[in-house]
């Protein structure tokens, strides 16, 4: 397994099985395009894209820089082989590279698999949390 950071719109595009809706071209153009963005595929020998980790830098005047780990995916198929675990991992490197203080990612409590993959990344739960969003009808998964 090779991971590399996605730099180009094609990358984004091959690791569309991944997401979870099909990917646009002019959305994967302006993820590369917006600073502090950050795409990791985690390649198979056969040249697969077998899982992605994203991740988005966030910025605060009294905080600094950290990094948010976007979204983790891994090819059903190529699950439970550590991929999940080394995507964290090589974001978690390149978060430091950048000069964040941390990384951070949301985890729904009952999601086992994400918990586990991120502990044996080093993670420390913080205690549960409650997500609350707005909808605004901007294109995304849900738009119609």
């Given at each position: 397994?090779?991971i590399?950071r996605?730099t ?7 690791a ?5 809706a ?6 994967a153009?302006?993820?590369?395009a917006?600073?502090?963005h ?8 056969d040249?697969f894209?077998?899982?992605f980790v994203?991740g988005v830098?966030m910025?605060?005047?009294?905080k ?5 780990l976007y979204?983790?995916s ?14 964290t991992e ?12 941390g990384?951070w990612?949301?985890v ?6 994400a918990l586990?993959t991120?502990?044996?990344?080093g993670?420390?739960?913080?205690g549960?949390?409650?997500m ?8 995304g998964v849900?738009?119609?």
């Amino acid at each position: 397994m090779e991971i590399r950071r996605a730099t180009t719109v094609a990358e984004l595009m091959a690791a569309g099985h991944l997401y979870d809706a099909p990917p646009r071209e002019e959305w994967a153009a302006d993820f590369l395009a917006a600073p502090g963005h950050v795409l990791l595929v985690a390649y198979a020998a056969d040249g697969f894209p077998a899982g992605f980790v994203s991740g988005v830098e966030m910025r605060h005047p009294d905080k600094g820089v950290e990094m948010c780990l976007y979204e983790l995916s891994v090819d059903e198929a190529h699950r439970r082989r550590g991929i999940g675990r080394a995507l964290t991992e090589a974001l978690a490197a390149e978060a430091r590279a950048r000069g964040c203080y941390g990384m951070w990612v949301g985890v729904d409590p009952d999601n086992e698999a994400a918990l586990r993959t991120y502990g044996t990344a080093g993670a420390v739960a913080e205690g549960a949390f409650a997500m609350l969003t707005w909808e605004f009808g901007g294109g995304g998964v849900n738009a119609h």
